[in-house]
């Protein structure tokens, strides 16, 4: 059954104000950073009070996580294109080089999905399908006993080191101050850390 025009202008009401927060609320966190942002200048910006932000996100993380969400269903999308590989280590690599583009050219969402949580919160859920995206390429190396280091949780943490180092190195400074291929180089020095070109422990050897 069609939505009578009464409910259809609700609708469409209710889908601008929340695109109208959202964007308030993006343009904020680029201008002001994680740290200065604050819902009484979000109330300046959109036109709509902190009840009605509420009212439609839940609370502040709520509305945080929203525009997370949106952002990383946007990356979800581009990692699920990149190409598949015979070889899952160069999947991965491929996986890692398209992160960390995602990671210089949205430095704010970035900052967003690296920041702490409290016990029991997850991250948005299409934060959670792009983690499950690069577990799998590890789980097949594993699987092969390529991984050089066999404790998961530490080469998961090298690995997030490299990445955060690359992102966090691109804020403030001119291209010209940095190497034209930085990125890839250690992305590619790191993944050599970790990954063996051929078997170097019993096959199905898990980390």
Request: charged share 30%; with cysteine; net charge positive.
């Given at each position: 059954?069609?939505?009578?025009?009464?409910?259809?202008?609700?609708?469409?009401?209710?889908?601008?104000?929340?695109?109208?927060?959202?964007?308030?609320?993006?343009?904020?966190?680029?201008?002001?950073?994680?740290?200065?942002?604050?819902m009484?200048?979000?109330?300046?910006?959109?036109?709509?009070?902190?009840?009605?932000?509420?009212?439609?996100?839940?609370?502040?993380?709520?509305?945080?996580?929203?525009?997370?969400?949106?952002?990383?269903?946007?990356?979800?999308?581009?990692?699920?294109?990149?190409?598949?590989?015979?070889?899952?280590?160069?999947?991965t690599?491929?996986?890692?080089?398209?992160?960390?583009?995602?990671?210089?050219?949205n430095?704010?969402?970035?900052?967003?999905?690296m920041?702490?949580?409290?016990?029991?919160?997850?991250?948005?859920?299409?934060?959670?399908?792009?983690?499950a995206?690069?577990?799998?390429?590890?789980?097949?190396?594993?699987?092969?006993?390529?991984?050089?280091?066999?404790?998961?949780?530490?080469?998961?943490?090298?690995?997030?080191?490299?990445?955060?180092?690359l992102?966090?190195?691109?804020?403030?400074?001119?291209?010209?101050?940095?190497?034209?291929?930085?990125?890839?180089?250690?992305?590619?020095?790191?993944?050599?850390?970790?990954?063996?070109?051929?078997?170097?422990?019993?096959?199905?050897?898990?980390?």
């Amino acid at each position: 059954m069609e939505p009578q025009p009464a409910a259809k202008r609700r609708l469409r009401q209710r889908e601008e104000a929340r695109r109208a927060i959202l964007e308030g609320t993006e343009s904020l966190l680029v201008e002001d950073g994680y740290q200065g942002f604050s819902m009484r200048r979000l109330a300046e910006r959109c036109g709509y009070t902190a009840p009605t932000v509420y009212y439609y996100f839940g609370d502040k993380q709520g509305l945080l996580d929203a525009l997370l969400e949106e952002r990383m269903a946007g990356l979800l999308q581009r990692l699920r294109r990149v190409p598949a590989s015979e070889d899952p280590l160069e999947r991965t690599r491929r996986l890692f080089l398209a992160f960390v583009r995602f990671g210089i050219k949205n430095p704010t969402h970035y900052q967003l999905l690296m920041t702490p949580r409290g016990d029991g919160e997850e991250q948005p859920l299409s934060a959670q399908k792009c983690e499950a995206l690069f577990a799998e390429p590890m789980r097949q190396l594993a699987e092969a006993g390529r991984l050089r280091v066999m404790d998961a949780e530490a080469a998961r943490q090298v690995a997030l080191v490299t990445i955060h180092g690359l992102i966090s190195l691109r804020r403030g400074r001119k291209p010209r101050e940095l190497s034209k291929n930085l990125t890839e180089i250690a992305v590619d020095v790191m993944l050599a850390g970790l990954i063996a070109p051929h078997a170097v422990a019993p096959p199905g050897a898990t980390a």
